[in-house]
């Protein structure tokens, strides 16, 4: 199976700041990798698929990147709403895994 | 409009069984591949079953064996027969559909891509 470890597993910070979360798998997945938000009580929110692409009404703030092992979800000017779980998953080969989650608080 | 609505969901027993229904609307479940993902409470998600376009499924090992996907096409509804209980599967389960995944026969393989519709999940509780 392929494990996905993401860091950092929570982040505390400010509106209007550019955070960072990194998502390394145990194999490389070529770009096969999706970030999902989700929110208090709220399913998963599709953000970024295949490394980079952005979903469909998801606002540009938030970008992916990398390709073989190591990614990265940046979202340039955090804004209220953005406080949330994060979590990447691999879409590589089953079974699909997801990383452990990074919950971006506010400082 | 393009829905996933589960239910089903409950409190059994240890050993017992419950069949989850994750009822689509605005798409068709067959031209798509439907997972199962799960999440304990306070935990992250976990990845439970996928059921391919041409009706086979693939499990993860916690599950194998114990639990069955399954869909009824006249009814665009995708299930989850658990069978065999444990209190590790209380969980919330959630149904998403992965809209780009086929089967590659260059490589023989299935290729998945993204989750991009979710339902808002069903409460799962096993104990006694």
């Known amino acids: 199976d392929i494990q996905m470890t993401q860091s950092p597993s929570s982040l505390s910070t400010s509106v209007g700041d550019r955070i960072f979360i990194t998502c390394r798998a145990s194999?490389?997945?070529?770009?096969?990798l999706n970030w999902y938000q989700q929110k208090p009580g709220k399913a998963p929110k599709l953000l970024i698929y295949s490394a980079s692409s952005l979903q469909s009404g998801v606002p540009p703030r938030f970008s992916g990147s990398g390709s073989g092992t190591d990614f990265t979800l940046s979202i340039s000017s955090l804004q209220p709403e953005d406080f949330a779980t994060y979590y990447c998953q691999q879409s590589y080969s089953a079974p699909l895994t997801f990383g452990g989650g990074t919950k971006v608080e506010i400082k | 409009e393009v829905q996933l609505v589960e239910s089903g969901g409950g409190l059994a027993q240890p050993g017992g069984s419950l069949r989850l229904s994750c009822a689509a609307s605005g798409f068709t479940v067959t031209n798509n591949y439907m997972n199962w993902v799960r999440q304990a409470p306070g935990k992250g998600l976990e990845w439970v079953s996928v059921i391919y376009k041409g009706g086979s499924a693939n499990y993860a090992d916690s599950v194998k064996g114990r639990f069955t996907v399954s869909r009824d096409n006249s009814k665009n509804t995708l299930y989850l027969q658990m069978n065999s209980l444990r209190a590790e599967d209380t969980a919330l389960y959630y149904c998403?559909?992965?809209?780009?995944?086929?089967?590659?026969?260059?490589?023989?393989?299935?290729?998945?891509?993204?989750?991009?519709?979710w339902g808002k999940g069903t409460t799962v509780t096993v104990s006694s």
């Open positions: 194999q490389s997945i070529s770009n096969y």
């Open positions: 998403a559909r992965d809209p780009s995944g086929y089967f590659d026969w260059s490589s023989n393989r299935y290729l998945y891509f993204y989750m991009d519709v």
